[in-house]
């Protein structure tokens, strides 16, 4: 399948506060977003033409810079208007939003005190981040090689562009090896995450998920927490051992990009898609379409 490379595409981008053509939409090679991962990024997603959740979006976009010790030059309110036009002035109904900042090239060392903080926001088509017949019967999962780390040794909330290593390593060993994705533990061995999404297992009933306290804690993830429980599912946020696998019955990740997607397997893992994840699929695309104000 061939796919037009993005740098390829029409369309507009958003940058530095100019809305150009998408082609045009450049950095030079001598930046420290580049060299030294200064870079943070954000994966957010339009349906029927609104952003879901798009302030908590901008919020931990600026937080994530933060924690890399840089301020976004912009507002969540500037960035929720600037997103929002990024979809209309491309056409898009339902689509994928990345804004993505980072460090300029006026320093290139270890020490950037002083360069420039870029921000840019682009859209683009992206129904569904699985192929969608394998997405109903469920994705079947390996365990990463690399842990996540823990977070004395790295700032694990932030959504950095340097933490993705690990997981572009473990995806491409998992679709090497016939998988979809792959399961990440943490520093200590416990279950973490995905590539790029979040985990919950059900038995008997209840949901069981991760403690985020070494990972990205997913707006899917808290957005799944709370529809689960407006449904009067019980939600445990808990350790979880790769040897307690062998105790659940269903197995779902999420994520923006993932949405609600059934897992079948995990390394020697079985697992059935079953009632709780069709009904949080069900939820969260009623959830996603926006909301009709009251007149
Ligand atoms: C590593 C990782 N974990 C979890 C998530 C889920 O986060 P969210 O639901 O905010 O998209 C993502 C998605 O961006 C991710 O990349």
Redesign the pocket.
Known sequence: MSVLPFDQRDGFIWLDGDFIPSADAKLHVLSHGLHYASCVF???RAYGGRIF?SS??SE?FRASAELLDFKIPYSVAELDDIKQQIVSRNNFTNCYVRPVAWRGSEMMAVAAQQATIHVAIAAWDWPSMFDIATKMKGIRLDIAEYR?PDPLTAPCRS?AAG??MI?TISKHRAERRGYADAM?LDWQGRVA??????IFFATNGVLHTPIADC?????????VIDLARRRGVEVVERRIMPEELTGFEECFI?????EVTPVSEIGPYKFTPGAIARALIDDYSAEVQPKQKAA
Do not use: Q, S
Not at 193 to 198: I, M, R, S
Not at 254 to 258: D, L, M, R, V, W
């Open positions: 954000e994966g957010e959740k908590e979006h931990r996540r959504k933490l993705y997981c990440m995450e995905c590539t790029g999404a979040n990972f990205l804690d997913g707006i899917t993830r808290r957005t999420c994520g923006t990009g993932a």
